[in-house]
């Protein structure tokens, strides 16, 4: 996982009809990358990443920021 966050920019997480957006490094960093994984301790689905920027979990608002 950490090798994945030191390949990105930007971090987006999403669930319901919220999403948050981080810096790879502060969330490197932080206790909120726990936000990424499911119970099975795996990523969240759907999990898709554009050049340097990861997007986790889904949350239409947030498909729609990046994705236009």
Same mark, same amino acid.
């Given at each position: #996982?950490? /090798?994945?966050? /030191?390949?990105?920019?930007?971090?987006?997480?999403?669930?319901?009809?919220?999403?948050? *957006?981080?810096? !790879? *490094?502060? @969330?490197? #960093? !932080?206790?909120? *990358? *726990?936000? #990424?994984?499911? %119970? +099975?301790?795996?990523? =969240?689905? %759907? !999990? @898709? =990443? @554009?050049g340097r +920027?990861?997007?986790?979990?889904?949350? !239409? /608002? #947030?498909?729609?920021?990046?994705?236009?």
């Amino acid at each position: #996982m950490e /090798a994945l966050l /030191a390949e990105v920019d930007v971090v987006f997480i999403g669930r319901g009809k919220k999403f948050q *957006k981080f810096p !790879s *490094k502060e @969330l490197q #960093m !932080s206790e909120e *990358k *726990k936000k #990424m994984f499911g %119970p +099975t301790g795996n990523l =969240r689905a %759907p !999990s @898709l =990443r @554009l050049g340097r +920027t990861l997007m986790v979990g889904f949350c !239409s /608002a #947030m498909y729609e920021e990046v994705l236009g």
